[in-house]
């Protein structure tokens, strides 16, 4: 995967400094995209070796998550399970949650961020920052559901990492 061509060829059709930050920043989305497209489904096939007995595969489902660079959809395989419920085995070793549309670190910015401004505010700057797809109503809900864990965080003092360097 070398985007650096395809980056090149869009470069040139830039007129301006504007334009062409633009391009390199929505490239470098669309990369992240892909790669965690990439990585989700061959995590999944990774996977496949690891299933219990139990579960029989039914098909392979489509699911749209949304992240820091963008949404990205990947497919997974949908088991059958004796005596349970069925169940997507990516989703569950990733912990990610049923209907969830944002991922974890999303969730988690969106929490920080709206603990400074508005959930509107919140909102519009992750969608124009990074494309990220997020509502304002998805913002309340990071917020209300890790508000309190950001705000413990963001109070303790910082600890000097190894090196003397300090954590960002």
């Known amino acids: 995967m070398n985007i650096v061509p395809e980056m090149m060829t869009k470069l040139a059709k830039c007129g301006s400094l504007i334009e062409i930050e633009e ?31 139990t579960h029989q595969m039914i098909n392979r489902q489509s699911r749209t998550v949304n992240f820091c660079f963008g949404p990205v959809t990947f497919k997974r ?33 969106m929490a920080k961020l709206g603990q400074a401004t508005t959930m509107r505010n ?16 998805a913002v309340m809900e990071a917020v209300h559901a890790l508000g309190a864990e950001v705000i413990k965080q963001l109070r303790k003092p910082r600890q000097p990492a190894a090196g003397g360097f300090r954590n960002a």
């Open 122 to 137: 919140t909102a519009m700057a992750l969608n124009m920052l990074f494309d990220s797809g997020v509502s304002h109503s």
């Open 23 to 53: 391009v390199i920043l929505r490239s470098m989305l669309e990369l992240g995209q892909r790669v965690m497209q990439t990585y989700l489904e061959a995590l999944d096939d990774q996977l496949s070796s690891e299933v219990p007995i």
């Open 77 to 109: 395989r949908y088991y059958r399970v004796e005596k349970a419920p069925n169940e997507f085995f990516l989703d569950q070793q990733l912990a990610l949650a049923p209907r969830s549309r944002q991922s974890p670190y999303l969730v988690k910015m």
